[in-house]
């Protein structure tokens, strides 16, 4: 467990389980991880990264190092040459799955809700803008 997390679980107690959730499940692409993981079962480095198609290599291996110490994440390293690392989801990655089905689900909601309002508000200033043009008081 990430040093963070522990002072999280030890000090906040149980009145503050959805925080915990957060700090462990937060971060740019921890959701994607654990959903790409969970569709494929197994994958390499490379194949996130392409799967994922932003994160630089920092990034993403702080992601995985924070999932891995948490205990989300299985890191499985083949002494070969290349060496060959391959992350697959821990029971505890898999008991995460449907709040990351959830947050996947409000958030399609969220952002189809914004779309329409952008929509609306750039319809009503488009009126705005006709009804100037043509000498509206």
């Known amino acids: 467990m990430r040093e963070k997390t522990e002072r999280i679980v030890r ?7 959805a925080e915990i959730s957060i700090a462990v499940l937060g971060g740019a692409w921890k959701p994607s991880i654990l ?4 569709q ?3 994958l390499r480095f490379g194949e996130l990264s392409r799967l994922l198609d932003e994160p630089t290599a920092r990034v993403l291996t702080r992601q995985l190092r924070e999932l891995e110490d948490d ?9 070969q040459v290349p060496p ?3 992350y697959r989801l821990s029971d505890l990655g898999r008991g995460s799955m449907p709040l990351v089905e959830a947050l996947t689900s409000w958030g399609g909601r969220y ?10 508000t750039a319809d ?6 006709e009804l ?3 000498g509206a008081p």
Do not use: M
């Open 111 to 120: 952002a189809a809700h914004q779309r329409r309002e952008l929509a609306r």
């Open 35 to 38: 959903s790409l993981l969970h």
């Open 132 to 134: 100037e043009a043509a």
């Open 84 to 86: 060959k690392v391959e």
């Open 11 to 17: 000090e906040w107690g149980d009145a503050c389980d």
């Open 124 to 129: 009503e200033s488009e009126l705005l803008d």
């Open 71 to 79: 205990g989300l994440l299985i890191r499985t390293v083949y002494r």
């Open 40 to 42: 494929h079962e197994v």
